[in-house]
């Protein structure tokens, strides 16, 4: 999915950066990084409720304090039974 995004956004490669990651922790490298927008689709549907909020937690604390996430994930209201 990285090298179509790429490709798709190859016009404005100087101003993005894509970083491949487990799913369980940030890389200590994106730790240290604010970033005005963060964007994931179609990945977090496939973790479970305790992975997705300790991402959540993690990539909060890079985004900066007006940056901005995109993130697609399953319904949790579902996972929580309500």
């Known amino acids: 999915m990285l090298r179509h995004a790429k490709a798709n956004l190859k016009d404005h490669l100087e101003k993005i950066e894509f970083h491949h990651q487990s799913g369980e922790h940030l890389p200590i490298a994106l730790k ?15 973790c479970d ?21 995109m993130l697609s994930v399953a319904n949790l209201c579902s ?4």
């Open 49 to 69: 409720i305790h992975t997705v909020a300790r991402l959540l937690q993690q990539v909060r604390q890079v985004v900066k304090p007006k940056g901005m996430m």
């Open 32 to 46: 240290s990084l604010q970033v005005d927008f963060c964007y994931s689709f179609d990945v977090l549907v496939h």
């Open 79 to 82: 996972e929580l039974g309500y």
